[in-house]
């Protein structure tokens, strides 16, 4: 059963206050296969489902937003394919590589900001310098203090302090 490792909150930085009036989130979930669900917090859309890129998946997240949210960049092929295939069979490294040049320009023309709220061992904690290259407003929550029941163990841990 897949894992919610990763929420990330879509919107816009508010003028006076910072925090975010968000329109979509994000759930990164992972365990057999990661996934990016994106969904919309304004009005009834449709949950939007792509199978990101190991190495790239901060660059997937943006081009989902880029393709999903904006709307402002249109890939050569369905990133949502219902079969579930992942970015690797969906598009060629070339056209991934153009399409996430192509992100980057849309989201300096546009005053987005993206939070990023990563749980414990998520695959996005390794990936925290790739979100610094994006040129978007952007915040990233870590965990500071868990307290959790360990299966494995039969133990509560706690981390942090």
Do not use: A, K, L, S
């Given at each position: 059963m897949a894992t919610t490792t990763a929420t990330i909150l879509v919107g816009r930085a508010?003028?006076?206050d910072s925090?975010?009036?968000?329109?979509?989130f994000i759930q990164f979930t992972e365990n057999d296969r990661p996934a990016l669900i994106l969904h919309s917090i304004e009005g009834e859309s449709k949950k939007v489902v792509i199978i990101p890129t190991i190495e790239n998946t901060i660059d997937d997240i943006y081009l989902m937003i880029s393709v999903f949210v904006l709307k402002a960049v249109k890939p050569s092929k369905k990133l949502n394919s219902i079969t579930r295939k992942s970015l690797y069979e969906i598009l060629d490294e070339e056209e991934r590589k153009t399409l996430y040049k192509k992100t980057k320009e849309i989201l300096t023309a546009n005053r987005i900001k993206v939070v990023f709220n990563i749980l414990d061992n998520s695959h996005l904690l390794n990936l925290l310098k790739q979100i610094k290259k994006y040129p978007n407003d952007f915040e990233v929550t870590l965990p500071a203090l868990k307290k959790e029941f360990d299966a494995w163990s039969n133990k509560v841990i706690i981390k942090g302090k």
């Open positions: 508010h003028q006076n925090g975010i009036n968000p329109t979509h």
